[in-house]
């Protein structure tokens, strides 16, 4: 099975986050075999969630759509085994506690097992309580990713001691969006994280929506995570949006190369 540290065993990596089930889940189909197809070396599919706390405007709209469709975790998961006939590239899963803990931890683990995804994000876990997630994804051999913000401050050597798959830096304060300007001292972020782990792979998320935002981080960390630019072009195409998705990554991924 693949590893989420596989993803950027070749060069920089580019992470592409997609909302499940927005406009449906056919499409969310076509628009993650197009962004792998452009180059994407690990999907990050999202979970709706009523009450997606970390998320912008863009995403949230996102989530309320696919939810107004009809879209459960079960619909995603039949998603996953369809997407793995020949999506070959890491998979992980990016929803909030509630929804993981609501099907049952154990029950959700198993499946994502069954069905092939190699790990998960549940922003609104701090570090501090994922001992009531980690475990039983370990039990399973998925990755739980940690997140580090720039307020983690004397906590990054902490989280990245005990990281899994690769650590998941947040560019910027605040909520995920597109963002004209990241102004965090992200170099400083990912040096306290290499220092702490050296073997674990370093991606920056939250604000990265250009190429040359992308070429920029990737400088500074092994991987660049992209999820409002892509999602916003979902929402402005629907369902002639895969097209469109594949060329967006495919700049992106020509650019971190």
Do not use: H, W
């Not at 994502?112 to 876990?125: K, R, S």
């Amino acid at each position: 099975m693949t590893k989420l540290a596989d993803a950027f065993k070749n060069g920089k990596a580019f992470v592409a986050f997609i909302t499940c089930g927005d406009p449906t889940l056919e499409n969310t189909a076509k628009i993650v075999r197009e962004a792998v197809r452009a180059g994407a070396d690990l999907i990050e599919l999202g979970i709706p969630f009523s009450d997606p706390t970390a998320e912008g405007p863009v995403i949230q709209g996102a989530n309320v759509r696919a939810l107004a469709g009809g879209v459960t975790t079960d619909k995603i998961f039949d998603l996953v085994v369809d997407l793995r006939k020949d999506v070959k590239v890491p998979m992980l899963f990016m929803t909030y506690a509630n929804v993981v803990f609501s099907y049952g931890i154990d029950r959700f683990c198993a499946k994502c097992a069954e069905v092939g995804i190699n790990g998960m994000i549940l922003p609104d876990v701090p570090f501090e309580e994922k001992e009531e997630f980690a475990p039983t994804c370990r039990k399973y051999d998925l990755d739980f990713v940690s997140l580090i913000a720039p307020t983690s401050a004397d906590r990054i050597a902490k989280i990245a001691a005990s990281a899994e798959g690769f650590v998941y830096c947040v560019s910027s304060l605040g909520v995920t969006g597109m963002r004209s300007n990241i102004t965090t001292d992200i170099g400083a972020m990912v040096k306290l994280v290499r220092e702490a782990n050296p073997s674990i792979p370093c991606a920056i998320g939250f604000g990265i929506s250009t190429p040359e935002q992308a070429a920029k981080m990737a400088k500074e960390a092994d991987g660049v995570i992209v999820g409002s630019a892509i999602v916003n072009r979902v929402a402005e195409y629907g369902l002639d949006a895969a097209p469109v998705v594949y060329e967006y990554v495919k700049s992106m991924k020509d650019a971190i190369r």
